[in-house]
């Protein structure tokens, strides 16, 4: 028999589950659909279940017999790899990251989204935006958070931060300035190839590449 997330559900009472309710609007999950993973745990266990990252909640995310549910807080020390479709998450800093490049130093991605009310209307037609702090409790109610898509109105903009863990210490770097610091002994090789190749931040496989060529050079 296989084993499906009997850690996970032995330990539901720490973890909070939400109802199905009506879906409309952009998604603020990193996949489009929960799709088939592995969570693996640091004992060696593997667990299998229908997965997915929520950047808004910042969550793994599993169904259960229908019901969305978010790994508990409290099992994220036990747990050491979540794979989904090809592609790993760490836990740091409490929360999952995506390891995109593996080599002497490590490059993680954190998945993030910023959340936009509907506008409240002004004069002359036009609207206003809240802020997505102020929101976020306000549309949690039967769990639309946890939702594939939220209410209507609501715009969502994702956004990633990258952490690149070099001679043992993690290092969160929101730019291509404060990344260069971080290789100051190769600066002429790092501005040079950010020229030739207009390497953007947001771009992340020229991230890659460029962490890649600095570690190889």
């Not at 002497?104 to 993030?112: A, G, I, P």
């Not at 931060?161 to 001679?167: A, G, I, Q, R, S």
């Amino acid at each position: 028999m296989k084993c499906i997330l009997y850690l996970f559900i032995f330990n539901l009472s720490f973890t909070t589950s939400y109802p199905q309710s009506s879906k409309v609007g952009l998604s603020h999950y990193l996949f489009p659909k929960f799709n088939q993973g592995v969570i693996l745990m640091k004992s060696g266990i593997k667990n299998q279940a229908l997965l997915n990252y929520n950047s808004l909640t910042e969550e793994m995310i599993f169904e259960n017999n229908g019901k969305k549910l978010a790994i508990a807080k409290g099992e994220l020390e036990l747990v050491d790899t979540v794979f989904i479709e090809d592609r790993k998450f760490i836990v740091l800093n409490n929360t999952f990251y995506e390891l995109v490049y593996h080599s002497k130093s490590d490059l993680y991605v954190e998945h993030k989204c910023s959340l936009i009310p509907p506008g409240k209307p002004t004069g002359y037609g036009g609207t206003s935006e809240t802020s997505s702090v102020t929101s976020l409790s306000s549309i949690n109610s039967g769990g639309k958070l946890y939702e594939l898509a939220l209410p209507e109105g609501y715009i969502i903009k994702p956004y990633t931060c990258y952490w690149l863990k070099k001679n043992g210490e993690l290092n969160k770097f929101i730019n291509l300035k404060q990344l260069m610091k971080l290789y100051d002994y190769k600066k002429d090789l790092f501005k040079a190839y950010v020229k030739k190749y207009d390497v953007r931040y947001d771009n992340q496989e020229s991230m890659v590449q460029l962490i890649k060529y600095l570690e190889t050079n």
